[in-house]
């Protein structure tokens, strides 16, 4: 049984980590918070990712949302996002709707939304950042869409101005979409070139080339979710090539796990992180200073 604390000994391992860095605890931008039935169907489809893929995927922390917020905190996430994002029109106003509900009562999560190209997108998403959104989420391949969609201009624009954080997952990884890849996000970029992009997963597989955008573009931050894992160096392996460019971009890297749906213990990302060996400072700048720097996270108070 894990323990109320977070999961026993794995949050006990995780906070001595925490400990040694200095730092005061991790700031993770990738994690997972929707409505239950919409989780439950995302649930199910990893369930059946095996058939689909060929890859198994056993779910390691599937919890009620109260016990799921209760591990993180157990681990020492002093900040955590709720992902979300809609695969249809007339899905994403309901979804801001529910994690705006979340995020007030839930305070170290940082507020997110998310968005889709469709009639009234402008007016849902500006109203998102006047309720507070900190943080929005968009899934391209899910969503199926382009992101340089017309009708998303003067949302993007809104981003852009607000100085927003926006994670994208526009990498071609687990398989590829319609509008993954380096290419819809750099006609974006080229478009909006202030707009501060979070990439997921690191780009997987297109590592280097989203490595690329965020040379040329100030705002492209690239999230570590599943990347450097077991699972993922099996799956679509980090260029060794491309680890100095890990360390050039130090401060642009960010922690993300995408708890609750890995197939893996939550500390086997942040030994993944450890194990490149690039540092106890860009250690640091990944697990907690890069993100507080970004969404303006202050050390907590002891709880």
């Given at each position: 049984?894990r323990?109320?604390?977070?999961?026993?000994?794995?949050?006990?391992?995780?906070?001595?980590?925490?400990?040694?860095?200095?730092?005061?605890?991790?700031?993770?931008?990738?994690?997972?918070?929707?409505p239950?039935?919409?989780?439950?169907?995302?649930?199910?489809?990893?369930?059946?990712?095996?058939?689909?893929?060929?890859?198994?995927?056993?779910?390691?922390?599937?919890?009620?949302?109260?016990?799921?917020?209760?591990l993180?905190?157990?681990?020492?996430?002093?900040?955590?996002?709720?992902?979300?994002?809609?695969?249809?029109?007339?899905?994403?106003?309901?979804?801001?709707?529910?994690?705006?509900?979340?995020?007030?009562?839930?305070?170290?999560?940082?507020?997110?939304?998310?968005?889709?190209?469709?009639?009234?997108?402008?007016?849902?998403?500006?109203?998102?950042?006047?309720?507070?959104?900190?943080?929005f989420?968009?899934?391209?391949?899910v969503?199926?869409?382009?992101?340089?969609?017309?009708?998303?201009?003067?949302?993007w624009?809104?981003?852009?101005?607000?100085?927003?954080?926006v994670?994208?997952?526009?990498?071609?990884?687990?398989?590829?979409?319609?509008?993954?890849?380096?290419?819809?996000?750099?006609?974006?970029?080229?478009?909006?070139?202030?707009?501060?992009?979070?990439?997921?997963?690191?780009?997987?597989?297109?590592?280097?080339d989203?490595?690329?955008?965020?040379?040329?573009?100030?705002?492209?931050?690239?999230?570590?979710?599943?990347?450097?894992?077991?699972?993922?160096?099996?799956?679509?392996?980090?260029p060794?090539?491309?680890?100095?460019?890990?360390?050039?971009?130090?401060?642009?890297?960010?922690?993300?796990?995408?708890f609750?749906?890995?197939?893996?213990p939550?500390?086997?990302?942040?030994?993944?992180?450890?194990?490149?060996?690039?540092?106890?400072?860009?250690?640091?700048?990944?697990?907690?200073?890069?993100?507080?720097?970004?969404?303006?996270?202050?050390?907590?108070?002891?709880?």
């Amino acid at each position: 049984m894990r323990s109320e604390s977070g999961a026993g000994g794995e949050g006990d391992d995780i906070r001595a980590l925490v400990a040694r860095l200095g730092i005061p605890g991790l700031v993770d931008v990738h994690t997972h918070f929707m409505p239950q039935n919409v989780l439950d169907k995302v649930w199910a489809y990893f369930d059946a990712v095996g058939p689909l893929t060929g890859v198994e995927w056993p779910i390691t922390y599937r919890e009620e949302e109260e016990r799921r917020v209760a591990l993180l905190r157990g681990f020492g996430v002093v900040a955590f996002t709720a992902m979300l994002y809609p695969h249809k029109p007339g899905m994403a106003a309901w979804l801001n709707s529910w994690s705006a509900d979340f995020a007030a009562r839930t305070p170290d999560c940082l507020h997110t939304a998310t968005l889709f190209p469709e009639q009234g997108v402008e007016r849902y998403v500006r109203g998102a950042l006047d309720a507070g959104a900190r943080v929005f989420k968009v899934h391209l391949q899910v969503g199926g869409f382009d992101p340089t969609d017309a009708r998303l201009h003067a949302a993007w624009g809104a981003l852009a101005d607000s100085e927003t954080p926006v994670v994208v997952h526009c990498g071609s990884g687990p398989s590829p979409g319609n509008f993954t890849g380096p290419g819809p996000m750099g006609r974006l970029l080229a478009r909006h070139p202030r707009l501060r992009v979070i990439v997921a997963h690191m780009g997987m597989p297109e590592y280097a080339d989203f490595l690329d955008l965020a040379q040329r573009y100030e705002g492209v931050h690239l999230d570590t979710t599943m990347a450097f894992t077991d699972f993922s160096e099996r799956l679509a392996p980090f260029p060794e090539a491309e680890l100095k460019r890990l360390v050039e971009l130090g401060d642009r890297i960010l922690l993300g796990t995408d708890f609750p749906n890995i197939p893996y213990p939550y500390a086997h990302q942040l030994h993944a992180l450890e194990r490149l060996g690039l540092g106890d400072d860009w250690l640091r700048g990944v697990l907690y200073c890069n993100a507080a720097a970004l969404f303006h996270v202050k050390p907590p108070l002891d709880r």
